[in-house]
């Protein structure tokens, strides 16, 4: 009996210290295995303040994230900048045989240097073969992925003027995202976003998918209100020469994808805007310079006229079939589709010369006959 | 103890083996179970977005408003209503107002503040979440 108790008293004590050493190797071997798996980052350069892994909560949090680029000179160049994120596992649904996540992002800064060549394409993959991917990892919910406080920055280093467009105070949540139906719970997923676009535009997203669908299903909205359209001002000039000098712009776009046929539309809804000079092809010209080559979404039949409402029509059997990227290519495509719909004909061409009110109405009224012209100023006499 | 230690060791392997099919039928053959069990519901929303495709049996709407039901929605407003974050103001309807309380809470309490009645979001005000998001709006979840 005496023997069975030291022998139980040696197991418990044992199982005491280890846990406690545990507990103790912990942080150093969570802070080893941070910079091992940053170390590894192709091309980048990363540091970060403090790691914390807490038994408690089953979390482990990194403070203080930054990951540069690293270019042929070797000179950094801020990519990625993190206060703080946490991810931390469900205890509860650990204990039911459930591997469910959630992560937090705390004010990520996210700095995007467009300055890949035109016709640069990734490797097609389908609809199908994400579902498959998805379904080969290990059984996982990620409950939620919520962003607070972010700031995504885009820069086309290709243009002299280097324009930027700003999206700020970024709050973001995707829910219910699941490796298996079972875990999704007839539920869909979720993605809700809203941020300022420059100083003025105030953007709104949402969407709902299921991921695991055979072909990518997905439906949802977008919307940029009242953008001033001073705050893109260098982003036209640097690639037409539209001038901007007042005026704001609205873009509204809904849309649903089902068996790989996306349709919806996009409204937008311009307000007082000024132009000084203008030259063809500010639509082709703004889709090259926002819209991403590799990720065609808009396949229109119809290109021709600009309705109040624009058509979106095309398919997403695309490159990029996952459900983040594809609605996030949708609502960028659709802002730049918005705001060449808005700016199409501004300014109006000038007629050569004076032409009479019947004239003017005339060609108002019938589309055949081309769009209204504004008219030359009449010479003093 | 040699012949104990087999039968542990073979014990164990047929326990692997049944949990490594158990996991795999639930990812290929739990989808086509899943799929299969759930039937195609519905056509495909015009651009209203009313009634969203049915995959897997979750509804797939294009907005928060075709995702709750008008109980839904009146709940939280009564929940952000008992908070002091709303007025007098229970429509039933995802508002400017009610999504402008919906910003207040989320900041209060932490989250993303995207004034979107997420899963999170109803948890903290009390909403049943199932309810909301299950295949039929309005609580018939």
Known sequence: MKRALEISALVVGSLVVVLAAMLVAAQPLARWETRRVLSRLDGMRASFESVQVRVADLSYEIRGLHIDKVDEAGKGHPFLEVQRVRAGVYGHELLGGHLVLAVDLVEPRVTLVESTRKGERRTPESAGETTRRIERMTPLRIDRVQVRRGEVVWVDAREPEKPVLRLSAVEATLENFASRPSLARKQPTVLAARALLQRTGRVEAFATADPLAKTLTFAGQGSVRGLALADIATLLESKTDLRVTQGAIDVFARFQAQDGTLNGGVRPVLHGAKVKA????????????????????????????IATTIPIEGTVEGPETQFVPTVLGILRNAFVRGLEGGLSGLPPPKAPKPEGILEQSRRALSPDRGEPRSQPAERKR | MRPRAVAVAALLAAGCALF?????????????????????????????????????????????????????????????????????????????????ALRRFQTQQGLAATGMPDRETLRHLGVPVEEAYGPEPGGKG
Not at chain 2, 72 to 78: A, S, Y
Request: hydrophobic content about 30%.
């Open chain 1, 278 to 305: 203008g030259k063809p092809g500010v639509g082709p010209a703004l889709k090259a310079l926002i819209g991403d080559a590799a990720l065609s979404i808009f396949k229109d039949k119809d290109t021709g006229t």
């Open chain 2, 20 to 100: 490594q099919r158990e996991s795999r039928s639930g990812s290929e053959g739990g989808a086509a179970r899943d799929r299969a069990a759930q039937p195609e519901r519905g056509t495909p929303p015009g651009p209203s977005g009313r009634r969203g495709p049915a995959r897997n049996g979750a509804r797939i709407p294009a907005s928060p408003e075709a995702l709750l039901g008008r109980d839904d929605v009146r709940k939280m407003q009564e929940a952000l209503s008992s908070r002091g974050l709303l007025g007098a103001h229970r429509n039933g309807e995802l508002d400017e107002a009610t999504q402008g």
